[in-house]
Every structure is written in C-alpha cells, then in structure tokens.
C-alpha cells in the first residue's frame, strides 16, 4: 500500500496545499487501492476514474494560480451512494433507483465542490440506507476488511470500508439510527452523527425525514472536523437546517479535557453488552480519565422507550416514502427493506403523530437529566463483536426487526433526541473485530464531542492501525 | 403472542387500505410489531400537554444549545 495513503485527510490537503503531494499521485494511490480491495469487500458502487483523475490535474494545476484554495483541495474522497448530483446516477443501494438521475445535486456536494475535493466515486450502502448490516441484494453484500466473513455496519456500510482500507480520505454516510456510527464502529473508524438540523439534507435520498442526518466518516478526529467545517450550516433549501453559526471545530482541538464530566450510563447501554466490549468501554474510560477528566455514573431517562417511539417515526415516514412502490413492485425489494417498512402500513397517524409530538419534550428531559450531571455521555456503539454475515442473514421476515433491535439499541435513541453522536474506534475484541464508543453530547456540541474524542486519539493508536487485505 | 391488536386487523387494512397482501404468520408479526410501538406512543399522551406541538423540536435543540452555553 502506497505511504501516500497512511496519511489522514488532514495530512494529505497540507501535502497538497504545500505541493509536496500532488493531488493526481494521492489520486492515483486511492484508486490502486481500491482495485485492490474492491474484489474482496465490494464497497463501491460506482468507480469514476477517469473524472477523478481530470479533476485531481485541474485541482493540481489551480495551486500555480493565486487562487484561494479551499479546505479540502484535491482531496480524492468518495460517498455513499444517496447524494444527488444533477443528471448523474444515485442508486440508493436500490434495484429501484438503479437508473435513477436526479435533478438537482446536494447542498452538501456543492459545498465539498467548492472547497475543492474530488469525487472518487458512489460507495455501497444499504438498500434505501435501511439496514444497520451491510447486507445488499442488489449489488452484493459490502464486507468487512478486518475479516470478510463478518458485516461491515450499516447503512453507510461503504464509506466505513472505504475509509478503513485506505480507498479515501474521507466520505459521507448518513445517520437515521445508527447509520454512520455502525459502520464506522465496525471498521475502526471516527464516524459522526450531527445534531438534527446541523448539515442541510437537501438532495439525498430519504429514509425518514424527520431523523436523517448527514454525517462523515473519517480515520481522525480532526479530519471529521474539517469535513463537518465544509458541509454544515444554514440551507435556505431545507426549512429544517439550523442559522445557528458553525464553529472552527480544529480550533476545539486544544487535546485538553481536564476537569470536563463524563457520563457511563447505568442503564441500557450495557445490558446486552459483551466481556470485551466492556473491557474495551473501560479501558477508553481509564485514558480519559488519566487525562483529567471526572467519570460520573448515571441513570438516563429511558432509551428503550426512545427506541420505540423512534421507530414509529422511520417506520411510517419510510412506509410513506415506499408505499407506492410496494404496492406496485414488491419483487424489487429486498425482504430486509420490506420487513423493516411493512410495520409503518399498520401504525395510526395519530400513533405517529404522537411521537413525533413527544419529541420535544422527551428531548429537554433527558437533556435537563443527563446534561446538567456530565458534559458528555460515553457509551458503547454496538454492544457484542461484530457479528458475521451469516449469523444477521434472516431467513424469514421475522428474523428482521429483532436484529435490527440487537444491533441498533443503542444508537437510535440519540437519533429521535436529535443529540449530536460521535463513534470512536477503541480497540478490538476477540474475534479481530474493532469495538467503539460513542460519545453523545448536547444539541449542537460538536466542538466538544470532538475536543474528548481527538484528545483520545492523541494518545492512542487504534485510528491508526489499518486492515490487512 | 397474544396482542390487543389482532393479526386479522392487520391482515384486513393491509388488503383494504394499501392493496397489500400479508399470510396469517407475517400479519401475527406485523401486530406485534404494531402494538410495542402504540403502546410506546400511548405511554408518552400520558405525560403530554394539550399545547404540545411537533414543530417545536427544531427550536427546542436550538434554546437548549443556547442555555447550555449561558451557564
């Protein structure tokens, strides 16, 4: 593997931007890469070589100019396959939307357009971003470069891959409940879930609307920072993005979290909680700990019930959404998306209504509950070893939603609270699998979601540590 | 499982209200699936206030950010 791709995002935009690394070699280096890796983990969809490589020469060629270059010049990075670009196929990771051309292109693709990155491809997700697995039909299942056998997360199950292996700097997943921070669980990599209204969601592809986030995925903290610095705040094309101002999150990277609180959550988080995914929960408590920050045990208001009225909401937006075509061509669905979205036929509007009414609430007593104690809360992603393919195959359409329930316990509830969320990889377990934590924050805390998780990495090396494949 | 919500209920409205066809097995699943998440909602209309309203959710996140930063 070429020494170019051992650098992180960051690292490779200060090559380029210093012309020591053009932006054609780095290129060039992601798409060996991904030759390489492709027949094992068939984590793209589409590979757009011959573009990336004119856009990495023009982008070469713009830094002889006086012209100001932005934050993520020449920065070869790749996405899951939901954003819309005018005119240019976005599958969804569906057979349905296999043809599919929007016409209009994402505010946050314009946004990474105008600081400069190059678009390396569309990455694999779950069918309509509706599996926590990996698992696709479709275009075959996305598997996990640690060990093939075994799922990579999802939905965003690509941009975790692609990112793990070294196919990309960095890419953007999409977070409905759990979807960034699974995979990037899975593969060892920072994922984020932003607060709700935090990125414009304008020209990707729905799945509920009224919880889809934008998140990235990337191998460092700073990277994740520099990426969200590019594509967050206000959007006059979506009436739910925030005015709030968005922060310089690098400048929140002072590697110091003396004095700050951090919550482990005495309910919930680790009932179904492996041996070593609490080893590892322990150890990454000790170093931040031995960095000056106080670790304080507490209930939480109850996240099963968030888990529940969560599902009242993606499960009837989403049935929505797909109604017409489920009725029309069920054959061209895949029996997980139909297992998962049926539910939502059957659940009253006053039914959904109602929960999305509770919301608020809910929302300010947890925040009033867990935010006034601690600072951030800290808990696991998934609570067992990345599980194999084969053992999350359901055989029937029943098999879905306890799997689903298993693998997302944990992550849907920052969803319906619209709380910011940050994966962070922390080891492995038995099985050579990565294990991560999550570190859950106040709306629109970023910043310091950040600050905890790259002063973390500033004295580990489990970011650093790639798969051998 | 026994649930309040009948597995023929859910067979009926999915025939009549969507034009969906369901087996006797899946429409058992269905109302179970159906009941965790109504009883979930009936729980929170306990604790609601007649003024509470949806759209709040947005500007909620938004003060509760802003407080938090006053303290």
């Known amino acids: 593997m070429s020494e170019i791709l051992s650098l992180s995002l960051t690292q490779i935009a200060a090559a380029i931007r210093a012309k020591k690394i053009s932006s054609l070699e780095a290129t060039r280096a992601c798409f060996e890469r991904m030759h390489e890796i492709q027949p094992k983990t068939n984590c793209y ?20 100019k006086s012209a100001r270059l932005g934050a993520l010049h020449g920065v070869p990075l790749a996405h899951k396959d939901m954003y819309y670009r005018k005119g240019r196929i976005s599958t969804g990771g569906s057979k349905i939307l296999r043809d599919y051309r929007p016409d209009i292109t994402a505010t946050v693709v314009e946004r990474m357009q105008r600081a400069g990155a190059v678009w390396l491809g569309n990455l694999n997700m779950a069918e309509f971003a509706a599996n926590p697995t990996g698992h696709n039909d479709h275009f075959g299942h996305c598997r996990n470069p640690w060990n093939t056998d075994h799922i990579t997360g999802g939905s965003s199950s690509g941009s975790g891959v692609a990112v793990a292996a070294r196919a990309c700097y960095g890419s953007l997943g999409s977070d409905t409940g759990g979807s960034v921070r699974l995979p990037a669980a899975a593969n060892g990599v920072v994922g984020l879930k932003p607060t709700y209204g935090r990125i414009s969601r304008h020209g990707i592809m729905p799945r509920s609307w009224s919880l889809d986030t934008v998140g990235p995925l990337t191998r460092t903290v700073r990277d994740c920072a520099r990426m969200m610095k590019v594509i967050a705040g206000a959007d006059a094309n979506d009436s739910t993005c925030s005015t709030q101002k968005v922060p310089d999150y690098e400048q929140a990277l002072t590697g110091k979290i003396r004095g700050l609180k951090i919550g482990v959550p005495l309910n919930h988080y680790y009932e179904e909680a492996s041996e070593d995914v609490r080893g590892c929960m322990t150890a990454s408590l000790d170093i931040l700990k031995s960095l000056g920050a106080r670790i304080v045990e507490l209930e939480v208001p109850d ?29 061209d669905y895949s029996m997980m998306m139909l297992a998962r979205t049926e539910p939502g036929f059957h659940i009253p509007a006053t039914v959904y209504l109602q929960a999305l009414n509770a919301r608020p609430r809910l929302s300010e007593e947890f925040i009033a509950s867990v935010f006034r104690k601690v600072d951030v809360l800290h808990a696991p992603v998934m609570p067992m070893p990345v599980p194999t393919i084969e053992e999350t195959t359901p055989r029937e359409a029943g098999d879905v939603q306890p799997m689903i329930r298993r693998l997302t316990r944990n992550n849907r509830p920052a969803n319906f609270l619209g709380i910011p969320a940050l994966s962070m990889p922390a080891g492995f377990s038995a099985n050579g699998l990565p294990v991560a934590f999550q570190l859950m924050g106040l709306p629109f805390s970023e910043a310091l979601l950040f600050q905890v998780g790259d002063a973390y990495q500033r004295i580990t090396d489990w970011h650093t540590r790639a798969p051998r494949i | 499982m026994t649930t309040r919500i009948q597995p023929d209920l859910i067979a009926l409205e999915a025939a009549q209200l969507h034009d969906l066809k369901l087996d006797p097995k899946r429409a058992t699943e269905l109302a179970a699936d159906v009941q965790r998440v109504c009883d979930a909602a009936a729980g929170v209309c306990q604790e609601a206030d007649f003024n509470d309203e949806p759209s709040r959710f947005t500007s909620t996140l938004a003060r509760l950010a802003v407080a938090k930063a006053r303290e």
């Open chain 1, 45 to 64: 969809i589409a590979i757009e070589e011959e573009e990336a490589l004119k856009a990495a020469r023009a982008a070469d060629r713009m830094r002889g």
């Open chain 1, 303 to 331: 996240p099963q019930r968030l888990f529940d009225l969560s599902n009242a909401v993606t499960q009837a937006e989403s049935a929505a959404i797909h109604g017409r075509w489920m009725r029309e061509r069920p054959q």
